[in-house]
Nanobody, 115 residues
């Protein structure tokens, strides 16, 4: 019943920035934590960042100091500001939202960082 739509991906050069957004559509009883994961070519999906319902954030070591996650409860969206992008950040980024019945995943948005 709930679907997530990511946006903001694209191709940039190293050192540049991108802002990803994920909006939830459908019937939502209660939203818990929200997060971002990514999957690089030939690698498994990995955790990037999360934000709890209370606003507590958690980041993977690889993105600390460069990425910032935020949420807008009124709009049921979660965003990821990505600064100082590196080629190793190249991946498909997926948003995740926790609702009362489990986790809902987006389709992903591709980020390509060239040197």
């Amino acid at each position: 019943q709930v679907r997530l739509v990511e946006s903001g991906g694209g191709s940039v050069q190293a050192g540049e920035s991108l802002r990803l957004s994920c909006a939830a559509f459908g019937s939502i009883f209660k939203i818990g934590g929200m997060g971002w994961y990514r999957q690089a070519p030939e690698k498994q999906r990995e955790f990037v960042a999360s934000i709890s319902s209370g606003g507590t954030t958690t980041y993977a070591d690889s993105v600390k100091g460069r990425f910032t996650i935020s949420r807008d409860n009124a709009k049921t969206t979660v965003s990821l500001q990505m600064n100082s992008l590196k080629p190793e950040d190249t991946a498909v980024y997926y948003c995740q939202i926790v609702v009362n019945y489990g986790s809902v995943w987006g389709q992903g948005t591709r980020v390509t960082v060239s040197s």
